[in-house]
T-cell receptor
């Protein structure tokens, strides 16, 4: 029943490792996003995909690589993890059109890099 | 550059008191405007949105917000706060592209 789901909910790993976060939405939306929330709760967009095409790519290190296998899924792969990557990562989705900016968020994945 | 300012980092109110959370935005035109709430350890839930039309919008959980073009503001209000309203509140704008620009958030604490 969950509209936007993310796995895992918690991820603890060491510096230098590679990890992935998965996101799935069952709302039938055509646009998906990744946001990063830092330790001060500041939220910033990282990427957005519309119909599997990358449409927003903010100034994110190229160690971060999103992949959208289909409209309902958007994964985030992070190479060579650094301490500064520790954050909560939120996936969101929306339907393009007049209400296309109304985004629905997943529960977040708390990434801790040690 | 577009930006969103939430001047109050922390607000404490007594249960039953009224609430107003401030939000100002910087953008050339009228953007789409949103308020989200984040309870501890949770994701973000949309409270309400403004696209156009009536400048007073109603949302869920008894919240409302008023858009004032002359002040570039979109303040969130609730006439009587409940203890369960304690959370982090984020104002966000969506300019021309489908991304949200968030304010820094306002943490609301509710005294019994």
């Amino acid at each position: 029943d969950t509209a936007v789901s993310q796995t895992p909910k918690y991820l603890v790993t060491q510096m230098g490792n590679d990890k992935s976060i998965k996101c799935e939405q069952n709302l039938g939306h055509d646009t998906m996003y990744w946001y990063k929330q830092d330790s001060k709760k500041f939220l910033k967009i990282m990427f957005s995909y519309n119909n599997k095409e990358l449409i927003i790519n903010e100034t994110v290190p190229n160690r971060f690589s999103p992949k959208s296998p289909d409209k309902a899924h958007l994964n985030l792969h992070i190479n060579s993890l650094e301490l500064g990557d520790s954050a909560v990562y939120f996936c969101a989705s929306s339907q393009s059109g007049t209400s296309g900016y109304e985004q629905y968020f997943g529960p977040g994945t708390r990434l801790t890099v040690t | 550059a577009q930006s969103v300012t939430q001047p109050d980092i922390h607000i404490t109110v007594s249960e039953g008191a009224s609430l107003e959370l401030r939000c100002n935005y910087s953008y050339g035109a009228t953007p789409y405007l949103f308020w989200y709430v984040q309870s501890p350890g949770q994701g973000l839930q949309l409270l309400l949105k403004y696209f156009s039309g009536d400048t007073l919008v109603q949302g869920i959980k008894g919240f409302e917000a008023e858009f004032k073009r002359s002040q570039s503001s979109f303040n969130l209000r609730k006439p009587s706060v409940h203890w369960s309203d304690a959370a982090e509140y984020f104002c966000a704008v969506a300019p021309t592209q489908p991304k949200l620009i968030f304010g820094a958030g306002t943490r609301l604490a509710v005294h019994p």
